[in-house]
T-cell receptor, first 111, second 112 residues
Framework: DAKTTQPPSMDCAEGRAANLPCNHS???????VYWYRQIHSQGPQYIIH???NNETNEMASLIITEDRKSSTLILPHATLRDTAVYYC????????????FGAGTTVTVRA | DADVTQTPRNRITKTGKRIMLECSQT?????MYWYRQDPGLGLRLIYY???????NKGEISDGYSVSRQAQAKFSLSLESAIPNQTALYFC???????????FGPGTRLTVT
């Protein structure tokens, strides 16, 4: 699976959009981009995933660049409860047993 | 009720003791997983099971064993606990169709 690079930390103001970048320049054509988050010591929580097209659900939006080498997770209206470590993961659907969590981005939402 | 439950939530045990961590799920998924997380690090896969008869080692299976008693139950055992197995353990379930995994609340294990 392709490696991902995320900034180690970022701050966001409550009520504002949080834009979390992820680089995955070695992604291959059949690999998906997944986002999870982990609120302090809780089990990781699935957020969203995508292949080529932008995706949106009740939690977030995922914007994938046309060349698929990077993506951005958007939390449209960040709340204090969105403070967590966010993980960007690239993997092929056939390898769904391999969920490789890196260091992620620690997002702190401030009032 | 939670879709994935883990028991116990916290456990302190002594070196050399055998301990079992249990996981149950109500999502009806065939696939189940055990991960461990050490402070400040990401999750590492210990074992995974694609169905009751299909169990596979992950990247750090030494010192651990598992049992898939039913589709809904997947247990992790430490045959002889050692201090460097002190960690947060997570169980997860998933399906191949959608690819995402659903995690339990975790078990905090301390080996003294």
């Amino acid at each position: 699976d392709a490696k991902t690079t995320q900034p180690p930390s970022m701050d966001c103001a409550e009520g504002r959009a949080a834009n979390l970048p992820c680089n995955h320049s070695t992604i291959s054509g059949n690999e998906y981009v997944y986002w999870y988050r982990q609120i302090h010591s809780q089990g990781p929580q699935y957020i969203i995933h995508g292949l080529k097209n932008n995706e949106t659900n009740e939690m977030a939006s995922l914007i994938i660049t046309e060349d698929r080498k990077s993506s951005t997770l958007i939390l449209p209206h960040a709340t204090l409860r969105d403070t967590a470590v966010y993980y960007c993961i690239v993997r092929g659907r056939s390898n769904d047993y391999k969920l490789s969590f890196g260091a992620g981005t620690t997002v702190t939402v401030r009032a | 009720d939670a879709d994935v439950t883990q028991t116990p939530r916290n456990r302190i045990t002594k070196t050399g003791k055998r301990i079992m961590l249990e996981c149950s799920q109500t999502k009806g998924h065939d696939r189940m997983y055990w991960y461990r997380q050490d402070p400040g690090l990401g999750l590492r896969l210990i074992y995974y099971s694609f169905d009751v008869k299909d169990i596979n080692k992950g990247e750090i299976s030494d010192g651990y064993s598992v049992s898939r008693q039913a589709q809904a139950k997947f247990s992790l055992s430490l045959e002889s606990a050692i201090p460097n197995q002190t960690a947060l353990y997570f169980c997860a379930t998933g399906t191949p169709e959608r690819g995402e995994q659903y995690f339990g609340p975790g078990t905090r294990l301390t080996v003294t």
